[in-house]
């Protein structure tokens, strides 16, 4: 779904795109740090009187300083801080500036050290969510130029498209394993992600499925296991059973020996048994449990793809229109691994193993066949004009690209006919 608050590329002239950064509702946000860092500049420097200032001793006025100017800043940031980027065909110039209220320092690049618009995954981390950034490409031996991001597939996927066409470029989605390229021609016809004239072989189905795959009146039915039980699992079990012997038994001696009063035993006792005890025990039986259930279902007809994941007592479900649907993939640790050696090397002259597995002509190093053994497949991707969605990952690299041909061979099938 498309954020509100993003800020977008915008068509200002039949040859100028333009895109404004910052203001808003983040200068109202930054309005209070804003504030409360020059009620502290002010303390600090005495404009302001304050009751108990001779307490204050003379490092504590340099922190108070230091911490208004911070909050000033951070503040003044937020209100005042704005970028611009301006992309003119008639000059051939890409403009981008950064300042306050009217923009102080700017940078020109020269449009035709570019050739291509590249829509990237950047995966985030515990700080950062995930989103997907638009750059121009160069076949000049320039480095990639940032234009924008989105935290939203959708939202980047109709602004790469709109510079794709704007610019004459061919656009580049390099959002998963396998990379598409639409010229913009086929963006102006609609085909962004191929054509679904094509309805591709299923692949043969490995010897040993964890998937049940079964047709109903609805349509094919795909219903995958969760995370399997192994025994890594009941690694967890010998951590609370360390405790219990080493320090409940010992701390439960201890407090019998010196007459501890009951509710004081009952509470240190209760609380190292809740946490150090029954809940790595409950975790264990959640994964057992997941582990013998189906916790998704996935549902391909005429009229789209239903994902539904259900997570012992959370459910979410998701349905995929079929006219919405504009490119199915898959990753496999082969597939990812492939990508990691030779970006360089197209999926035209890659070879295609039995199961679906791709690989440059060059064989994997020793090395990286182990290394490969700890990695992990992604699943199936489902690309639409709203987001991606995914559903399998964690499964056999052959199942993976088992149940990719088999979706799409289904899917197409029913939607050419």
């Known amino acids: 779904m498309k954020n509100v608050n993003e800020a977008l590329f915008r068509q ?23 504030l409360a860092g020059l009620f502290i500049l002010l303390i600090s420097m005495q ?10 001793p003379w490092f504590g006025w340099i922190f108070m300083s230091f911490m208004g100017l911070i909050f000033t800043g951070v503040g003044a940031g937020l209100m005042f801080g704005r970028s611009w980027i301006s992309i003119n065909k008639t ?27 590249v829509l990237s995954f950047i995966r985030g981390d515990s700080d950062t969510a995930d989103s997907f950034s638009i750059t121009l490409k160069s076949d000049k031996g320039k480095p990639e130029l940032d234009i924008s991001s989105s935290l939203n597939y959708g939202t980047a996927l109709e602004q790469a498209m709109l510079l794709s066409k704007f610019l004459d470029f061919h656009l580049e989605d390099k959002t ?30 490995p010897a040993l499925m964890k998937c049940k795959i079964s047709e109903t009146d609805e349509g094919l039915q ?24 080493v320090i409940v038994l010992p701390l439960s001696s201890f407090f019998n020996n010196t007459n501890t009063p009951a ?15 029954l809940t790595p025990l409950i975790q264990t039986l959640k994964s057992y449990r997941l582990s013998q259930s189906f916790t998704t279902i996935v549902n391909v007809n005429n009229k789209g793809i239903t994902i539904d994941n259900k997570l012992l007592r959370t459910r979410y479900s998701v349905f995929i229109p079929a006219e919405e649907i504009i490119g199915i993939d898959y990753g496999t640790s082969d597939s990812a691994v492939s990508l990691a050696m030779d970006n360089s090397v197209s999926e035209g002259n890659r070879d295609v193993k039995a199961g679906g597995v791709s690989a440059p002509y060059a064989p994997f190093p020793r090395w990286m066949v182990w290394l490969r053994k700890l990695a992990r497949s992604k699943g199936v991707f489902i690309k639409s004009k709203k987001d991606i969605y995914a559903f399998g990952a964690g499964l056999p690299d052959e199942e993976v690209y088992h149940l990719y041909t088999l979706v799409v061979h289904y899917l197409k099938q029913n939607t050419t006919k």
């Not at 100028?16 to 740090?33: A, H, N, Q, V």
């Not at 000059?91 to 449009?111: F, S, T």
């Not at 021609?185 to 043969?204: C, F, N, R």
């Not at 509710?263 to 005890?277: A, E, K, P, R, S």
């Open 12 to 34: 200002t002239a039949p040859d100028r795109l333009e895109l404004k950064k910052g203001g808003g509702c983040i200068g109202l946000f930054g309005t209070p740090f804003f």
């Open 91 to 117: 000059k051939h110039r890409i403009w981008k500036a950064w300042g306050l209220l009217r923009p102080m320092k700017g940078e020109q690049y020269d449009l035709g050290n570019y050739s291509g618009v």
């Open 176 to 205: 998963t394993d396998h990379h598409v390229k639409i010229l913009p021609d086929e963006i102006e016809m609609g085909k962004t992600h191929g054509s679904k004239d094509e309805i591709p072989d299923i692949s043969p189905q």
């Open 263 to 277: 509710f004081v035993q009952y509470f240190f006792l209760g609380f190292i048994g809740l946490f150090f005890v």
């Open 47 to 56: 404009i302001i009187p304050v009751s108990n200032a001779n307490d204050i």
């Open 222 to 245: 795909i219903s995958i296991p969760g995370p399997a039980f192994s025994v890594f699992n009941f690694i967890g079990l010998l951590f609370p059973l360390f405790i219990l012997l």
